[in-house]
């Protein structure tokens, strides 16, 4: 099962989820702010796609940071600001199973869930 992460009220989450629902793909809806996220999970996702890419640094959050904090901002101290600030985390998020999709492009997320699909085996 595909699991969406990110925040319900996010103009671009609505797009991804409404994308998702039109192909009648199912998925679980994790929502960063009520659900919380765990240390371990943040830091491999930010290990696997770089803090550069995970930080969505066009929002609001991000530039209200001192410029002193986003200057020496490294994946281990993206890490503590991400749980801090879970809204800061570029979304969405989707975890197909087998990677990680981060930001919503309906073109790229057909072609990698085609992809999924079809490294499964075939059932005879």
Known sequence: MLTL???????????????LDEQGLEYAFHNYRKDG???????DRINELGWEQVVNRRG??????????RN??????AVNALLEQPGMI?????????NYLLGFSADKWAEALTQTKSDKPAVS
């Not at 992460?5 to 991804?16: F, H, L, Q, R, S």
């Not at 996220?37 to 830091?43: M, N, P, S």
């Not at 020496?72 to 101290?77: K, W």
């Open 90 to 98: 570029k979304r969405p998020l989707l975890d197909t199973g087998k």
């Open 37 to 43: 996220l765990e240390k371990g999970w943040l830091t």
């Open 60 to 69: 609001t959050t991000w530039r209200k940071l001192p410029e002193d904090v």
């Open 5 to 19: 992460y990110g925040i319900p009220n996010c103009d671009t989450m609505k797009k991804a989820r409404k994308w």
């Open 72 to 77: 020496a901002m490294t994946a281990e101290t």
